[in-house]
């Protein structure tokens, strides 16, 4: 473990403040993996199923074969590496600046694309629907955690042509902090940033504080389908920040060894932003990725896994290379259920992505492999976080803080309870809000923590009003999903 440190002076009292974090790359590995993801793209090449993106690309002096395999020089990827914001700002959707990503920053969502969640009131698995966006908003719009809100599931009782948008519409009425957000296609992708300019009051407002962000895929190994890149060329001619990250499985469409899985990943990942900055130049761009092992006994893709916290930290090393924003997964798990797997999974992924640096962290709330998601794990989750942002504000040390005046002056065998400093102090402590800390025989006769997680997802649901939108705009939003509706 390594530690970053930073001091100012505050007159007379130095203060240094102290934030822990990791490295899972030294900076010859760093090197390493960077060189051969260039070699990746300069030999081997990416496949791109797009005639316009091909076309981008040969102009640009990238080198094309075979219609579609187009092998992309180093003086591309870096160029494209110095256009690109080593910064961006998310601002809440009433304009006011809310997650800044860069640096060592972290900050905790949702986002999932799930096809079922467990419902809290019935306790059962069912399919995903509508007003399940409209409660995962809620919740996440309630928990002071969760930094941002993105499509939880897909609304299955709507067509699935129109399904991306009216999961984002209940999200633009039912939360107010950054959105996050998925499509199937350029279409809905234009709709959605029709909706969302409305609420910004024009293209150009949402360009200058966009409130909204795209999560798009290359598809392991090394192909951009034509749908991803058309999504691509529109958020960096619209200047909407894009997340373009892949989920390559190692064993399966990686190789099996981690170095070779982080470098198919970043060479999937950085072709993106060759591209998205030919597009556009200063396009927001987020880097990233979901690498894991192919489980060889059950062949699925595992959320809960020790070598997924470990590569997504590499990634998050390499993004600080690249001083690029990071985008890691968190808060997640492949238990069923409520239960001490996802305790355990959710709260080691948490604690691995904010030690290693990564900036926009989703998929809070996760469970099966990423099948399901439950608003009681992002209840959890939210406490988690919270034992977490202690951790990471480190120890902070002064002549206050160190107290040497006051422990001469209580000497041995007093106590400091009822002291002025402790009551300037022990309010900077963390509390729990849901874990139990009262004594043996008490806490016989308190509810479970699933118990009380549960109520407080049911308590939130029912008494938690996110602010609403104006009435016009509402309006407004009402007619383009009828239009959609009748197309």
Same mark, same amino acid.
């Given at each position: 473990?390594?530690?970053?440190?930073?001091?100012?002076?505050?007159?007379?009292?130095?203060?240094?403040?102290?934030?822990?974090?990791?490295?899972?790359?030294?900076?010859?590995?760093?090197?390493?993996?960077?060189?051969?993801?260039?070699?990746?793209?300069?030999?081997?090449?990416?496949?791109?199923?797009?005639?316009?993106?091909?076309?981008?690309?040969?102009?640009?002096?990238?080198?094309?074969?075979?219609?579609?395999?187009?092998?992309?020089?180093?003086?591309?990827?870096?160029?494209?590496?110095?256009?690109?914001?080593?910064?961006?700002?998310?601002?809440?959707?009433?304009?006011?600046?809310?997650?800044?990503?860069?640096?060592?920053?972290?900050?905790?969502?949702?986002?999932?694309?799930?096809?079922?969640?467990?419902?809290?009131?019935?306790?059962?698995?069912?399919?995903?629907?509508?007003?399940?966006?409209?409660?995962?908003? %809620?919740?996440?719009? !309630?928990? =002071?955690?969760?930094?941002?809100? @993105? $499509? &939880?599931?897909?609304?299955?009782?709507?067509?699935? *042509?129109?399904?991306?948008?009216?999961?984002?519409?209940?999200?633009?009425?039912?939360?107010?902090?950054?959105?996050?957000?998925?499509?199937?296609?350029?279409?809905?992708?234009?709709?959605?940033?029709?909706?969302?300019?409305?609420?910004?009051?024009?293209?150009?407002?949402?360009?200058?504080?966009?409130?909204?962000?795209?999560?798009?895929?290359?598809?392991?190994?090394?192909?951009?389908?034509?749908?991803?890149?058309?999504?691509?060329?529109?958020?960096?001619?619209?200047? %909407?920040?894009?997340? !373009?990250? =892949?989920?390559?499985?190692?064993? @399966? $469409? &990686?190789?099996?060894?981690?170095?070779?899985?982080? *470098?198919?990943?970043?060479?999937?990942?950085?072709?993106?932003?060759?591209?998205?900055?030919?597009?556009?130049?200063?396009?927001?761009?987020?880097?990233?990725?979901?690498?894991?092992?192919?489980?060889?006994?059950?062949?699925?893709?595992?959320?809960?896994?020790?070598?997924?916290?470990?590569?997504?930290?590499?990634?998050?090393?390499?993004?600080?290379?690249?001083?690029?924003?990071?985008?890691?997964?968190?808060?997640?798990?492949?238990?069923?259920?409520?239960?001490?797997?996802?305790?355990?999974?959710?709260?080691?992924?948490?604690?691995?992505? @904010?030690?290693?640096?990564?900036?926009?962290?989703?998929?809070?709330?996760?469970?099966?492999?990423?099948?399901?998601?439950?608003?009681?794990?992002?209840?959890?989750?939210?406490?988690?976080?919270?034992?977490?942002?202690?951790?990471?504000?480190?120890?902070?040390?002064?002549?206050?803080?160190?107290?040497?005046?006051?422990?001469?002056?209580?000497?041995?065998?007093?106590?400091?309870?009822?002291?002025?400093?402790?009551?300037?102090?022990?309010?900077?402590?963390?509390?729990?809000?849901?874990?139990?800390?009262?004594?043996?025989?008490?806490?016989?006769?308190?509810?479970?923590?699933?118990?009380?997680?549960?109520?407080?997802?049911?308590?939130?649901?029912?008494?938690?009003?996110?602010?609403?939108?104006?009435?016009?705009?509402?309006?407004?939003?009402?007619?383009?999903?009828?239009?959609?509706?009748?197309?």
């Amino acid at each position: 473990m390594h530690a970053l440190g930073e001091i100012s002076a505050m007159g007379k009292d130095p203060v240094e403040s102290i934030s822990p974090h990791i490295s899972v790359l030294s900076p010859s590995q760093i090197n390493e993996i960077h060189s051969a993801s260039l070699e990746i793209l300069g030999r081997t090449g990416v496949k791109v199923c797009a005639e316009e993106v091909v076309e981008l690309l040969r102009a640009a002096g990238a080198y094309v074969s075979d219609g579609r395999l187009v092998k992309i020089p180093t003086s591309l990827v870096e160029k494209a590496l110095d256009s690109a914001p080593q910064r961006v700002v998310l601002y809440s959707r009433d304009g006011e600046q809310s997650v800044l990503l860069g640096d060592r920053q972290t900050h905790f969502g949702i986002m999932a694309d799930c096809p079922e969640t467990i419902d809290p009131y019935t306790r059962e698995r069912r399919a995903f629907v509508a007003d399940d966006v409209r409660r995962s908003a %809620i919740v996440g719009d !309630y928990l =002071p955690n969760i930094h941002f809100i @993105a $499509t &939880a599931g897909w609304s299955t009782d709507y067509p699935a *042509a129109v399904a991306d948008r009216v999961a984002f519409r209940q999200m633009l009425l039912y939360t107010s902090k950054p959105i996050g957000f998925c499509c199937f296609d350029t279409r809905g992708l234009a709709d959605i940033l029709e909706m969302a300019s409305i609420v910004a009051g024009s293209r150009e407002a949402l360009r200058q504080k966009p409130f909204i962000f795209h999560y798009s895929e290359p598809i392991s190994p090394l192909t951009h389908s034509q749908e991803a890149l058309w999504k691509v060329l529109l958020c960096a001619e619209e200047g %909407i920040p894009l997340v !373009y990250t =892949p989920m390559p499985i190692a064993g @399966a $469409t &990686a190789p099996a060894t981690f170095a070779g899985t982080l *470098a198919l990943n970043i060479a999937e990942t950085l072709s993106g932003l060759v591209i998205a900055q030919l597009k556009r130049a200063g396009s927001p761009f987020i880097f990233g990725g979901i690498p894991a092992p192919l489980d060889m006994r059950t062949t699925i893709f595992p959320y809960g896994a020790p070598e997924l916290y470990l590569m997504c930290a590499a990634l998050a090393d390499m993004a600080h290379y690249y001083k690029l924003p990071m985008f890691g997964t968190a808060g997640c798990s492949d238990a069923k259920m409520l239960d001490q797997q996802a305790a355990l999974e959710c709260a080691l992924s948490c604690l691995m992505a @904010a030690l290693s640096g990564a900036n926009l962290i989703h998929d809070v709330g996760v469970l099966d492999h990423c099948t399901i998601i439950s608003l009681e794990i992002m209840v959890l989750t939210n406490e988690i976080i919270g034992m977490i942002d202690q951790i990471m504000k480190g120890i902070e040390v002064s002549q206050e803080t160190l107290a040497l005046d006051l422990i001469d002056r209580i000497g041995p065998g007093g106590n400091y309870l009822a002291e002025e400093h402790t009551v300037r102090h022990f309010r900077k402590w963390w509390m729990p809000r849901l874990l139990d800390r009262t004594t043996y025989r008490e806490g016989l006769n308190v509810p479970t923590l699933g118990e009380k997680i549960n109520e407080k997802v049911k308590e939130i649901l029912e008494n938690h009003k996110p602010e609403p939108l104006p009435d016009h705009i509402i309006k407004e939003i009402e007619s383009l999903k009828r239009r959609w509706l009748s197309q």
